[in-house]
């Protein structure tokens, strides 16, 4: 079955791969909070745990932009919007980087994050072909 948004149209797999990415990004996040929320010995914080928020964030953000995009008529404010789609795709890239490095056994599973987005890159290139 296709899933359909609330007027009944079917989603494009750009955006069901923008919601893949959100649901993936939320459950790593969650596991490596765990990991990297208790302070350490010397009372600081683990500077990594902010990058927990921000690939949630930056995923979350993903759909609207396509839904602008999409939603646009003429092509200088679908290209605006894209543009943004493809600095968000860059920096929820750099940041799985970032968190692979953290000390958490929560990381096991950004490997896994940064292959959805390759993926997601290669549906935004087609997608911008059909704008």
């Given at each position: 079955?296709?899933?359909?948004?609330?007027?009944?149209?079917?989603?494009?797999?750009?955006?069901?791969?923008?919601?893949?990415?959100?649901?993936?990004?939320?459950?790593?996040?969650?596991?490596?909070?765990?990991?990297?929320?208790?302070?350490?010995?010397?009372?600081?914080?683990?500077?990594?745990?902010?990058?927990?928020?921000?690939?949630?964030?930056?995923?979350?953000?993903?759909?609207?932009?396509?839904?602008?995009?999409?939603?646009?008529?003429?092509?200088?404010?679908?290209?605006?919007?894209?543009?943004?789609?493809?600095?968000?795709?860059?920096?929820?890239?750099?940041?799985?980087?970032r968190l692979e490095k953290s000390n958490s056994r929560g990381k096991e599973f950004l490997p896994l994050l940064?292959?959805?987005?390759?993926?997601?890159?290669?549906?935004?290139?087609?997608?911008?072909?059909?704008?």
């Amino acid at each position: 079955m296709v899933p359909q948004t609330s007027n009944n149209l079917p989603i494009s797999p750009i955006l069901k791969k923008a919601l893949d990415i959100f649901t993936l990004s939320r459950y790593i996040s969650d596991n490596l909070i765990y990991d990297l929320a208790p302070l350490r010995k010397n009372g600081s914080e683990d500077p990594n745990i902010y990058f927990t928020g921000d690939i949630v964030q930056q995923s979350i953000s993903l759909a609207p932009e396509i839904l602008k995009a999409e939603s646009k008529v003429f092509s200088e404010d679908k290209h605006k919007h894209v543009e943004s789609l493809s600095q968000l795709t860059h920096v929820l890239y750099n940041n799985c980087e970032r968190l692979e490095k953290s000390n958490s056994r929560g990381k096991e599973f950004l490997p896994l994050l940064r292959k959805e987005l390759k993926k997601f890159k290669k549906l935004q290139r087609i997608w911008m072909l059909t704008l």
